[in-house]
C-alpha cells in the first residue's frame, strides 16, 4: 500500500465520527473501509474495524457478510480456530442460506490449512452437490484435487484437476490445474504423462506466467526418462535471457548433467563450470566440480579427476557432495585396478561420513575390491555389511549374489545355496532372484544331488518364466536327466532350448546334446535327423565335426556299418586336423580287430600313433597295437610296442595290463627269464593292487614249470588273498600241487583239504583237491581216511565222484 494511502487510513481513523457522517453512515463506511483493509493486507486493522462494525451493527445486512470477512482475516493471520468459528457461525444460521456455500468453502480452507483433509473432502463435496450455481464451486474442485494429492490418492487428485479444466474452461482456476496436472504426475512420477500435460499446457497457454516452471518439470521428467535431449531442450526454455537467479543456474548444472548422460563430456564440463563461476552457494559448487571430475574420469583423464575429487573432499567437505566425491573417486580407483587405494579411499569415507546414504555403496564397492585382491573372506564380510545397512534391494541382493558366488568358488556349497535362498525367501521379486534360483540349482548338480539339482531348476521354468536364464535351465536339465538315464526327459529339455530360444549361444550345443539324447534312448534314426540338421548348422566349426562324428556312430548303432565307415572316412579326409580325427582312426583300428581284419587293425593303430603323437589316444593305441601283433603271430614285434607302453606312458591305464601281457607273451616264447623280470618290476610299480598279486601267480606258474617249486609257493603265498574265489582256489590248488611235486605229502595233503575248506564254492578246485587228497592218502596207505575223502566227494556228484567211486570200490576190496 502506498504512501498516501496509510495518510488516508490515518485520517480517517483520527477524524471524529460527528465531523464526517451520521452514525449510521460511518458504519457503513466501516465496514467498506475493513473490506478494503483486508484485500490490501492489513488484517489487523480489518479485524479491529469489523469487530467495530459488529458491535455498533449487530443485526445490520451486512452482518453475515461482516462474520465471513472478520473469518478471512483470522484465516489470513493464521487464528484458525477463531476463522473456524466465523466460518460456522454464519454456515449454521438458517436466515443466512444466501452465505451458506462460501461458509463451508471457507471452512474447506480452513481445514485444508489445518491438513485435515477429509473434513475438507466432505465440506467440498456439499458445495459441489448441493450449490451448482455457487461461484465457490470450482474453488471447491480446486481444493479437493489437492486435498486428494494430500492423502495420496494421486489418481482421485489428478481427475480433478481435469474436471476443473473441462467443467470450468472460462474459469482461471483452470489455467492453474492445467499447471498442477502436470505438476501433479511428475510428483507421482508418472513422467511421460506429465511431459505430455504440460506440453500441452504451454501449447494452449503460451503467454503463461508459469512457462518458465512447465518447462522446468518438463525437463526433469525428461531427464528422469533418460530423454536427454529432450531434457537439454526443456531446460534451455526454462531459465530466462536477464540476469540469472540462482534457481536458473541450477536448471543450467541440469543441462550439464544432461550433456554428461550423453556422453558429450566437453559440453558437460563447460556447464559445470559457467555454473561453478555464477554462483556463491557451496553445494551447488561442489556439485559443479563433481561433474568435472565424473566427466574426467569418462575422458580417461584420472588424474585430472583424481584432483576435483579430492579438491570437493578437502573444499567442500560440508556440503552434501563430499561423500559422492568419495564414491567417485573410488570408481575412479577401482578403474585403475588400485584395489588397495579403494578401500583406504571408503574407509576414510566410513571415518568421515558414518552416517551418509551411500553407506551401502562404500561396503559394497570395498566387498569387490577385496575379491579383486582375492581375498575372499574379507569381501564376504563387506558384502554382510551391505545386507545389514542398506535400504536398496538392488545392492542388498548384488551383495547376497557375489557372497554365494564366493562360497561357491571357495566349494563351500551349503553356504552357497544359504546365500542364494535368502534371496528367494526375502527378495522373490528381485531382478536377481532368477539368477539365484538357478545357482542353487547348478550348485546341486555340481554336488551330484541330482534330484535336488531338478527340482531347483524346474521351479526355475515354473516361478521365473520370462527370465533370460531359461535357455541355461532347460540345457543343464537335460545333462541332469541324462546323467539319471532318462534319455527321453533330456532329449525334451534339449529339444525346448531349440525350440524356444533360437537366438540363445547354447542352441547349437542343444542340437548336438539333443541328438546325443536320442542316441543314449536307442532312436537311432531321429538321431540321425538332429546330426544332419546341426551339420547344417555350422559348416565349419567344432560343432560341425562332433555332429559328423555323433552321425557315424548313429548309423554304426542301426547297423548301417558302411554308412558309419563311410561318415567317418570322409570326416578324415576334409578334416585330418580335427581334434576328433585320432579317435575315429582309433576306432578304425578297433573295428577292423574285432573284425579279424589284423593288417588293416595293425594299420590304423600305427597311423594313430605317427599323425597324431601328442594325441591322449596314442598310448591306447599302442596298446592295442601290441594286442594285434600278438594275434598276427608277431610276438617279438609286439613285446616291443608293450614295452614302449610301460616304459614311456606310466601314467596310462594301459600300463598295467600292458606289463601283464609283456610277461605272458615272453612266457609262451620260452622267455621265462625276462618274463620274471617284468613280472617282478610290476610288483614294485604296483604294490597292493591286483597287478601285483597277478604278477606273483605269474611269476609262480613260472617257477612251477621250472621246477623250482619253493620259489613257485612263495610266489603263489603273494598272489593268495582272503577272498573267497575260484581265483584264489586256483592258487591254493597250484600251492599244494608244488608240495605233491616236492613229494612232501604230509603238507600237500593239508593244503588239498586247505582248498575243499575255504573254498567250498569252487565246485571245480575242490572237487579236484578232494580227489587229489585222496590219492595222496593212499599213496601214504592211509586207506581209511582215503575211504572217507572219496565217500565225501561220491556224495557231490560232480565229474571226479565217478574216479572216487572206483576207487572206493578197490579200496575196500584190498582191505
Same mark, same amino acid.
Given at each position: 500500500?502506498?504512501?498516501?494511502?496509510?495518510?488516508?487510513?490515518?485520517?480517517?481513523?483520527?477524524?471524529?465520527?460527528?465531523?464526517?457522517?451520521?452514525?449510521?453512515?460511518?458504519?457503513?463506511?466501516?465496514?467498506?473501509?475493513?473490506?478494503?483493509?483486508? @484485500?490490501?493486507?492489513?488484517?489487523?486493522?480489518?479485524?479491529?474495524?469489523?469487530?467495530?462494525?459488529?458491535?455498533?451493527?449487530?443485526?445490520?445486512?451486512?452482518?453475515?457478510?461482516?462474520?465471513?470477512?472478520?473469518?478471512?482475516?483470522?484465516?489470513?493471520?493464521?487464528?484458525?480456530?477463531?476463522?473456524?468459528?466465523?466460518?460456522?457461525?454464519?454456515?449454521?444460521?438458517?436466515?443466512?442460506?444466501?452465505?451458506?456455500?462460501?461458509?463451508?468453502?471457507?471452512?474447506?480452507?480452513?481445514?485444508? %490449512?489445518?491438513?485435515?483433509?477429509?473434513?475438507?473432502?466432505?465440506?467440498?463435496?456439499?458445495?459441489?452437490?448441493?450449490?451448482?450455481? @455457487?461461484?465457490?464451486?470450482?474453488?471447491?474442485?480446486?481444493?479437493?484435487?489437492?486435498?486428494?494429492?494430500?492423502?495420496? %490418492?494421486?489418481?482421485?487428485?489428478?481427475?480433478?484437476?481435469?474436471?476443473?479444466?473441462?467443467?470450468?474452461?472460462?474459469?482461471?482456476?483452470?489455467?492453474?490445474?492445467?499447471?498442477?496436472?502436470?505438476?501433479?504426475?511428475?510428483?507421482?512420477?508418472?513422467?511421460?504423462?506429465?511431459?505430455?500435460?504440460?506440453?500441452?499446457?504451454?501449447?494452449?497457454?503460451?503467454?503463461?506466467?508459469?512457462?518458465?516452471?512447465?518447462?522446468?518439470?518438463?525437463?526433469?521428467?525428461?531427464?528422469?526418462?533418460?530423454?536427454?535431449?529432450?531434457?537439454?531442450?526443456?531446460?534451455?526454455?526454462?531459465?530466462?535471457?536477464?540476469?540469472?537467479?540462482?534457481? *536458473?543456474?541450477?536448471?543450467?548444472?541440469?543441462?550439464?548433467?544432461?550433456?554428461?548422460?550423453?556422453?558429450?563430456?566437453? *559440453?558437460?564440463?563447460?556447464?559445470?563450470?559457467?555454473?561453478?563461476?555464477?554462483?556463491?552457494?557451496?553445494?551447488?559448487?561442489?556439485?559443479?566440480?563433481?561433474?568435472?571430475?565424473?566427466?574426467?574420469?569418462?575422458?580417461?583423464?584420472?588424474?585430472?579427476?583424481?584432483?576435483?575429487?579430492?579438491?570437493?573432499?578437502?573444499?567442500?567437505?560440508?556440503?552434501?557432495?563430499?561423500?559422492?566425491?568419495?564414491?567417485?573417486?573410488?570408481?575412479?580407483?577401482?578403474?585403475?585396478?588400485?584395489?588397495?587405494?579403494?578401500?583406504?579411499?571408503?574407509?576414510?569415507?566410513?571415518?568421515?561420513?558414518?552416517?551418509?546414504?551411500?553407506?551401502?555403496?562404500?561396503?559394497?564397492?570395498?566387498?569387490?575390491?577385496?575379491?579383486?585382491?582375492?581375498?575372499?573372506?574379507?569381501?564376504?564380510?563387506?558384502?554382510?555389511?551391505?545386507?545389514?545397512?542398506?535400504?536398496?534391494? #538392488?545392492?542388498?541382493?548384488?551383495?547376497?549374489?557375489?557372497?554365494?558366488?564366493?562360497?561357491?568358488?571357495?566349494?563351500?556349497?551349503? #553356504?552357497?545355496? @544359504?546365500?542364494?535362498?535368502?534371496?528367494?525367501?526375502?527378495?522373490?521379486?528381485?531382478?536377481?532372484?532368477?539368477?539365484?534360483?538357478?545357482?542353487?540349482?547348478?550348485?546341486?548338480?555340481? #554336488?551330484?544331488?541330482?534330484?535336488?539339482?531338478?527340482?531347483?531348476?524346474?521351479?526355475?521354468?515354473?516361478?521365473?518364466? *520370462?527370465?533370460?536364464?531359461?535357455?541355461?535351465?532347460?540345457?543343464?536339465?537335460?545333462?541332469?536327466?541324462?546323467?539319471?538315464?532318462?534319455?527321453?526327459?533330456?532329449?525334451?529339455?534339449?529339444?525346448?532350448?531349440?525350440?524356444?530360444?533360437?537366438?540363445?549361444?547354447?542352441?547349437?550345443?542343444?542340437?548336438?546334446?539333443?541328438?546325443?539324447?536320442?542316441?543314449?534312448?536307442?532312436?537311432?534314426?531321429?538321431?540321425?535327423?538332429?546330426?544332419?540338421?546341426?551339420?547344417?548348422?555350422?559348416?565349419?566349426?567344432?560343432?560341425?565335426?562332433?555332429?559328423?562324428?555323433?552321425?557315424?556312430?548313429?548309423?554304426?548303432?542301426?547297423?548301417?556299418?558302411?554308412?558309419?565307415?563311410?561318415?567317418?572316412?570322409?570326416?578324415?579326409?576334409?578334416?585330418?586336423?580335427?581334434?576328433?580325427?585320432?579317435?575315429?582312426?582309433?576306432?578304425?583300428?578297433?573295428?577292423?580287430?574285432?573284425?579279424?581284419?589284423?593288417?588293416?587293425?595293425?594299420?590304423?593303430?600305427?597311423?594313430?600313433?605317427?599323425?597324431?603323437?601328442?594325441?591322449?589316444?596314442?598310448?591306447?593305441?599302442?596298446?592295442?597295437?601290441?594286442?594285434?601283433?600278438?594275434?598276427?603271430?608277431?610276438?617279438?614285434?609286439?613285446?616291443?610296442?608293450?614295452?614302449?607302453?610301460?616304459?614311456?606312458?606310466?601314467?596310462?591305464?594301459?600300463?598295467?595290463?600292458?606289463?601283464? +601281457?609283456?610277461?605272458?607273451?615272453?612266457?609262451?616264447?620260452?622267455?621265462?627269464?625276462?618274463?620274471?623280470?617284468?613280472?617282478? +618290476?610290476?610288483?614294485?610299480?604296483?604294490?597292493?593292487?591286483?597287478?601285483?598279486?597277478? @604278477?606273483?601267480?605269474?611269476?609262480?606258474?613260472?617257477?612251477?614249470?621250472?621246477?623250482?617249486?619253493?620259489?613257485?609257493?612263495?610266489?603263489?603265498?603273494?598272489?593268495?588273498?582272503?577272498?573267497?574265489?575260484?581265483?584264489?582256489?586256483?592258487?591254493?590248488?597250484?600251492?599244494?600241487?608244488?608240495?605233491?611235486?616236492?613229494?612232501?605229502?604230509?603238507?600237500?595233503?593239508?593244503?588239498?583239504?586247505?582248498?575243499?575248506?575255504?573254498?567250498?564254492?569252487?565246485?571245480?578246485?575242490?572237487?579236484?583237491?578232494?580227489?587229489?587228497?585222496?590219492?595222496?592218502?593212499?599213496?601214504?596207505?592211509?586207506? *581209511?581216511?582215503?575211504?572217507?575223502?572219496?565217500?565225501?566227494?561220491?556224495?557231490?556228484?560232480?565229474?571226479?565222484?565217478?574216479?572216487?567211486?572206483?576207487?572206493?570200490?578197490?579200496?575196500?576190496?584190498?582191505?
Amino acid at each position: 500500500m502506498n504512501k498516501i494511502l496509510r495518510l488516508i487510513l490515518v485520517f480517517f481513523i483520527l477524524l471524529p465520527t460527528n465531523l464526517t457522517h451520521s452514525a449510521s453512515e460511518g458504519n457503513e463506511d466501516s465496514f467498506l473501509f475493513a473490506q478494503k483493509a483486508l @484485500s490490501d493486507g492489513f488484517y489487523d486493522l480489518a479485524e479491529e474495524k469489523l469487530y467495530s462494525f459488529l458491535k455498533s451493527q449487530p443485526e445490520s445486512a451486512f452482518k453475515y457478510r461482516a462474520h465471513l470477512l472478520l473469518g478471512e482475516t483470522f484465516y489470513q493471520q493464521n487464528k484458525l480456530k477463531k476463522a473456524l468459528y466465523e466460518f460456522k457461525l454464519v454456515a449454521e444460521d438458517p436466515n443466512a442460506a444466501e452465505f451458506i456455500d462460501e461458509a463451508l468453502y471457507w471452512q474447506a480452507e480452513v481445514y485444508f %490449512k489445518s491438513a485435515d483433509y477429509r473434513n475438507v473432502l466432505n465440506l467440498c463435496q456439499t458445495v459441489i452437490d448441493e450449490y451448482s450455481e @455457487s461461484r465457490y464451486r470450482p474453488n471447491c474442485f480446486y481444493l479437493t484435487a489437492w486435498s486428494y494429492y494430500r492423502l495420496g %490418492k494421486y489418481n482421485e487428485a489428478v481427475k480433478m484437476f481435469d474436471s476443473i479444466i473441462e467443467e470450468f474452461p472460462l474459469n482461471p482456476l483452470s489455467i492453474k490445474a492445467s499447471f498442477d496436472v502436470g505438476e501433479c504426475l511428475y510428483n507421482t512420477r508418472q513422467y511421460a504423462e506429465a511431459r505430455d500435460r504440460l506440453s500441452k499446457f504451454l501449447k494452449e497457454y503460451p503467454l503463461t506466467e508459469k512457462r518458465h516452471d512447465a518447462f522446468f518439470i518438463m525437463g526433469e521428467s525428461s531427464f528422469k526418462l533418460g530423454d536427454y535431449k529432450n531434457a537439454i531442450a526443456s531446460y534451455k526454455q526454462a531459465v530466462g535471457t536477464e540476469d540469472r537467479d540462482e534457481k *536458473e543456474i541450477y536448471v543450467l548444472y541440469n543441462v550439464g548433467r544432461c550433456y554428461y548422460e550423453l556422453g558429450e563430456y566437453k *559440453e558437460a564440463i563447460g556447464y559445470f563450470k559457467y555454473c561453478k563461476e555464477k554462483t556463491v552457494e557451496e553445494d551447488l559448487i561442489a556439485a559443479c566440480l563433481l561433474g568435472i571430475g565424473e566427466c574426467m574420469m569418462r575422458m580417461l583423464k584420472y588424474k585430472d579427476a583424481d584432483a576435483y575429487f579430492l579438491k570437493v573432499i578437502s573444499d567442500y567437505k560440508n556440503t552434501e557432495w563430499a561423500d559422492d566425491s568419495y564414491y567417485w573417486l573410488g570408481e575412479l580407483y577401482f578403474k585403475q585396478k588400485r584395489y588397495e587405494d579403494v578401500i583406504k579411499t571408503y574407509e576414510r569415507a566410513l571415518r568421515d561420513f558414518p552416517e551418509t546414504d551411500l553407506l551401502d555403496s562404500f561396503y559394497y564397492n570395498k566387498g569387490w575390491a577385496y575379491l579383486e585382491l582375492e581375498l575372499d573372506m574379507e569381501a564376504v564380510s563387506e558384502f554382510r555389511k551391505v545386507s545389514r545397512v542398506s535400504r536398496n534391494e #538392488e545392492l542388498i541382493v548384488g551383495s547376497l549374489c557375489r557372497i554365494g558366488d564366493i562360497y561357491e568358488r571357495l566349494k563351500m556349497p551349503k #553356504e552357497a545355496i @544359504s546365500a542364494y535362498d535368502t534371496i528367494l525367501k526375502d527378495y522373490p521379486r528381485s531382478a536377481w532372484a532368477d539368477y539365484a534360483q538357478y545357482q542353487i540349482g547348478a550348485i546341486l548338480s555340481a #554336488e551330484d544331488n541330482v534330484d535336488a539339482a531338478i527340482l531347483a531348476l524346474e521351479s526355475m521354468v515354473l516361478n521365473f518364466s *520370462e527370465s533370460n536364464l531359461l535357455d541355461k535351465t532347460h540345457y543343464k536339465l537335460g545333462f541332469l536327466y541324462s546323467r539319471m538315464g532318462k534319455f527321453e526327459a533330456a532329449a525334451n529339455e534339449f529339444k525346448r532350448v531349440i525350440e524356444k530360444f533360437p537366438n540363445s549361444p547354447l542352441m547349437p550345443g542343444a542340437y548336438i546334446q539333443y541328438g546325443n539324447a536320442l542316441y543314449n534312448a536307442a532312436r537311432y534314426k531321429d538321431a540321425i535327423e538332429v546330426f544332419k540338421k546341426t551339420i547344417k548348422l555350422d559348416v565349419n566349426g567344432q560343432i560341425h565335426e562332433t555332429a559328423r562324428y555323433q552321425l557315424g556312430w548313429s548309423y554304426y548303432r542301426m547297423g548301417n556299418v558302411n554308412e558309419a565307415l563311410r561318415t567317418f572316412e570322409d570326416m578324415l579326409k576334409t578334416n585330418p586336423d580335427s581334434n576328433l580325427s585320432p579317435g575315429i582312426q582309433f576306432w578304425f583300428g578297433e573295428y577292423f580287430y574285432n573284425s579279424g581284419k589284423l593288417s588293416k587293425a595293425e594299420k590304423r593303430f600305427r597311423q594313430v600313433i605317427a599323425d597324431y603323437p601328442k594325441s591322449d589316444m596314442v598310448d591306447d593305441a599302442v596298446y592295442w597295437l601290441g594286442w594285434t601283433l600278438h594275434e598276427e603271430g608277431k610276438d617279438h614285434q609286439a613285446v616291443e610296442e608293450l614295452e614302449k607302453l610301460f616304459n614311456n606312458y606310466l601314467d596310462s591305464p594301459w600300463a598295467k595290463e600292458a606289463m601283464i +601281457k609283456t610277461g605272458s607273451i615272453l612266457a609262451e616264447l620260452g622267455r621265462d627269464k625276462e618274463a620274471v623280470k617284468v613280472y617282478k +618290476k610290476a610288483t614294485l610299480r604296483y604294490p597292493n593292487t591286483i597287478f601285483e598279486r597277478t @604278477s606273483y601267480r605269474k611269476m609262480g606258474e613260472i617257477y612251477k614249470k621250472q621246477g623250482d617249486y619253493l620259489k613257485a609257493i612263495e610266489c603263489f603265498k603273494k598272489a593268495i588273498t582272503a577272498d573267497e574265489n575260484d581265483l584264489n582256489a586256483g592258487i591254493q590248488y597250484d600251492i599244494a600241487e608244488c608240495y605233491e611235486k616236492m613229494e612232501d605229502y604230509q603238507k600237500s595233503g593239508i593244503e588239498y583239504l586247505r582248498v575243499t575248506y575255504l573254498y567250498p564254492k569252487s565246485i571245480f578246485w575242490s572237487a579236484r583237491a578232494e580227489l587229489k587228497c585222496g590219492s595222496i592218502l593212499e599213496t601214504q596207505k592211509k586207506w *581209511e581216511q582215503a575211504v572217507r575223502v572219496y565217500e565225501k566227494l561220491v556224495q557231490r556228484n560232480v565229474n571226479e565222484s565217478e574216479i572216487a567211486k572206483n576207487r572206493l570200490e578197490w579200496l575196500r576190496s584190498k582191505m
